[in-house]
């Protein structure tokens, strides 16, 4: 059973930047296909960004594209999300997750694993 723990959030102005963190373990990381999601209050989970079992390939939603970029380092079962000239409206809880079963797409439902979530706010 794959856990995952985020890390990173945190209070920024608008036009700075975060990194966010996933760590993995109880699973093999690097066979997974990993993905980024956020939640604002009232609101869908939304996709952001999936990478792929290599990294060599990426997706992004049309929101964060050229802003945001998700890379993983699979010695460390670890993916990232740097997020730069962020906006107020990239304020929500940020959650990584997993689609152990090589399941690929933008879906929540593709994601069988998923962290606790961290809390991002950008303030204008």
């Known amino acids: 059973q794959v856990q995952l723990v985020e890390s990173g959030g945190g209070l920024v102005k608008a036009g700075g930047s975060l990194r966010l963190s996933c760590a993995a373990s109880g699973g093999t990381f690097s066979s997974y296909i990993m993905g980024w999601f956020r939640q604002a209050p009232g609101k869908e989970r939304d996709f952001v960004a999936a990478?792929?079992?290599?990294?060599?390939?990426?997706d992004y939603a049309d929101s964060v594209k050229g802003r945001f970029t998700i890379s993983r380092d699979n010695a460390k079962n670890t993916v990232y999300l740097q997020m730069n000239s962020l906006k107020p409206e990239d304020t929500a809880v940020y959650y990584c997750?997993?689609?152990?079963?090589?399941?690929?797409?933008?879906?929540?439902?593709?994601?069988?694993?998923w962290g606790q979530g961290t809390q991002v706010t950008v303030s204008s």
């Open positions: 990478i792929s079992w290599s990294g060599g390939s990426t």
């Open positions: 997750a997993a689609s152990t079963r090589g399941v690929t797409g933008r879906a929540v439902f593709a994601y069988d694993a």
